[in-house]
């Protein structure tokens, strides 16, 4: 659309973006041990095993559908109470960080968070608190809550490889840590939750949480075939 952008104002000639093909799903990932979302038990057991982790809350967020980008760019100021605004993302251009605006309009959204996550971010905030005090620096809301003791910011791609370093030591199926956002609309879905909740809780259109981030699970398709017929 950029490019395109160019050529109607002139500046370019022609759109070479037109003529590259999307690579087919199966070249998307060139490892096939990768799954695309964990079943209820297997989240469930990556939550136990990361429940003493320094990081416990945020694990949380991802697993309860947030996105990599929403999770580092979540500052305190935006817990109330028990609900979080979602009105900032971090993502990262190659090896800076850039803070923004959240990916789409439907992407600012407003989480009542369930007791488990808010008392998570709760003992998250303690400790960080703590941590300033030993460190000499200054606490304020405005701080992330994604950071390293000395309170500075956590790179994405470390995020993400100690998501897998976490998955390995649980001995966990592999999956992408977009992975937990998928497994989270799928059980959502499969819970019977309407999908424009769905989507709402998640951020997206009600169509993207059929089409790509669902995922029909062993157990779901048992149960369709069981009720077909009755």
Known sequence: MVVQSFVDQGALTRNVIALVERPGDELIDDNPETS???????????????REDRL???????????????VLGIRWSALKDDTLLIRRSRVAVGKESVEGMPKSRRSRRD????????????????????EARAFGSRWSDDRLVAV???????????YSDE????RERAGLRRIHLKGLRNTSVSLML???LPVHVVAAWHGHDPAVSLSI????????????GAALFG
């Not at 695309?36 to 990361?50: C, G, N, P, Q």
């Not at 416990?56 to 929403?70: D, I, M, N, P, V």
């Open 111 to 130: 989480l009542p968070l369930p007791a488990e996550l808010a008392a998570a971010l709760r003992e998250l905030r303690a400790l960080q608190q703590d």
């Open 36 to 50: 695309k979302s964990w079943t209820l038990a297997e989240v469930e057991r990556f939550r136990t095993s990361v």
């Open 213 to 224: 981030y669902s995922d029909a699970q062993r157990d779901d398709l048992r149960a369709a």
């Open 190 to 192: 499969a819970g019977g």
């Open 163 to 166: 998501f897998q370093r976490l």
């Open 148 to 158: 390293r003791e000395d309170g500075s910011s956590i790179r994405h791609e470390w």
């Open 56 to 70: 416990f809350a945020c694990w949380l967020l991802s697993c309860y559908g947030l996105r990599r980008s929403e």
